[in-house]
Each structure stands twice: as C-alpha cells, then as structure tokens.
C-alpha cells in the first residue's frame, strides 16, 4: 500500500487551456473525493465517487469542472478554460465506505493559472 | 448540514508547553470527527479520530482529543509542544450515518517558539 498518489505535483498552465489531474486511491478503499484548497483555507469539498458512481457532484464550483472514475480504480479532474482564480491546490482522498477508518489524503496538485 | 468553526487562526506556544487547539462543530446527526495535521506543500495527514466509543481519544505525535457531546466540542491538546509540532491543524466532521463526507474548518496554524 503506497498510499494515494496525485500526478502531477505542480502543473502551471496559461489562463484557457485546459488541465487533468489523476489520483490513485489506496486500492481497497471504494470511495474517492476531490477537494480544492485555497492559500490560509481548509479544504473545499467537490465531488466524490462510491466505486465508479458519482454521487455527489452538486458542489464543483463551475460546468467547466468535472471529474471521472472509469472503472473504480483511479480518478481524474479537469478543469476546462482555467482562470486564474482555479490556482489552488487541488486534493484527493480516498476511505473505506462510511470513512469510520478516516480518510486517506494525497500530497495535492499545486495549479497555477498565469 | 454540518459545519467546522476552528477558533484561532493562529496559536503560539513555547516548546514544552501545552498545547490546546479549538473546535466546534454542529451536525444533525451524530458526527464523526477528525484532526488533520498539514505541513508546507504536503497533504493532510490524519492525528485521530472519533466515530463511536471512548470520547476521549489518542493519536499519534502525543496528541489527543476529547469529544463533548453537550459543548459541540473536539479540541486538540498536547501536553509538551515540540518544535516539529509547528504546522497547519484542520477540524473536519462528518455525518455518521449520513453522507460521510467531511467538512474541514479554516485551520488552525502552529508556531512552537524555542
């Protein structure tokens, strides 16, 4: 068990184009979440996936967000025509179904949006 | 709806002090709740946990925390700060029985002076 890993660590990219960020969960945990977190804030909750479902996606901040789990297994986010308001980091957690266990964190995507 | 308010942006103590970190929460059903620790550029990782059982609760590092039902309460202590200790601390909640997910509060930062 490697924990859960998020590639890459920094992306900078030019304000428009458009960005994919993975993570890996601890294999045997089920559930994933996204979060964004912005400089002297917590965490911002916004989506998570139960195996490949999506089951929470209300709280992505725009339509240009949007996140994937194909087959259960890992997961990518992408952020379409950045602004540079998305730079933030960008975490990954992933639990067991109910996270009586806590959940696990990544080390984050550091975006930066020029 | 659940919410974290971490009273404190900021918490300084000497090395070999107490260390005492607030936290409220309010949930609509019974909560499960966490202590996060985050040092510069890193992910969160997970100090403790209450789910059910013993509400006076252990962690790694020497710390620990005490769920109070009646005062809405978790917060972290340390008998002795350590200079290592000196980082960023966020509260989360979640719904037991609910959703799961959790809801960190803003943090709280640590600095240990010699």
């Known amino acids: 068990d490697t924990g859960v890993s998020q590639d890459p660590r920094h992306k900078i990219t030019k304000r428009g184009q458009n960005v994919t960020f993975r993570c890996d969960p601890i294999?045997?945990?089920?559930?994933l979440y996204w979060y964004r977190q912005t400089l002297g804030q917590g965490p911002e909750f916004l989506t998570y996936?139960?195996?490949?479902?999506?089951?929470?996606k209300s709280r992505l901040l725009s339509d240009r967000f949007s996140a994937e789990r194909p087959k259960g297994s890992f997961s990518t986010l992408e952020i379409q025509r950045t602004e540079q308001g998305d730079s933030a980091m960008y975490l990954c957690?992933?639990?067991?179904?109910?996270?009586?266990?806590?959940?696990?964190f990544g080390s984050g995507t550091r975006l930066t949006v020029v | 709806a659940q919410s974290v308010t971490q009273l404190g942006s900021h918490v300084s103590v000497s090395e070999g002090a107490l260390v005492l970190l607030r936290c409220n929460y309010s949930?609509?059903?019974?909560?499960?709740l966490f202590w996060y620790v985050q040092y510069p550029n890193q992910g969160l990782q997970l100090l403790l946990k209450?789910?059910?059982?013993?509400?006076l609760v252990k962690g790694i590092n020497g710390f620990e925390a005490e769920f109070k039902k009646s005062e809405t309460s978790f917060h972290l202590t340390k008998p002795s700060a350590h200079m290592s200790d000196a980082a960023e601390y966020f509260c989360?909640?979640?719904?037991?029985?609910?959703?799961?997910?959790?809801?960190f509060g803003r943090g709280t930062s640590l600095i240990v002076h010699p």
């Open positions: 957690a992933s639990s067991s179904a109910g996270g009586n266990y806590g959940y696990t």
């Open positions: 294999s045997e945990h089920n559930r």
């Open positions: 996936f139960q195996n490949e479902a999506q089951l929470e």
């Open positions: 949930s609509s059903v019974p909560p499960y």
């Open positions: 209450y789910t059910t059982g013993a509400t």
């Open positions: 989360a909640v979640s719904e037991g029985g609910g959703s799961y997910i959790p809801t």
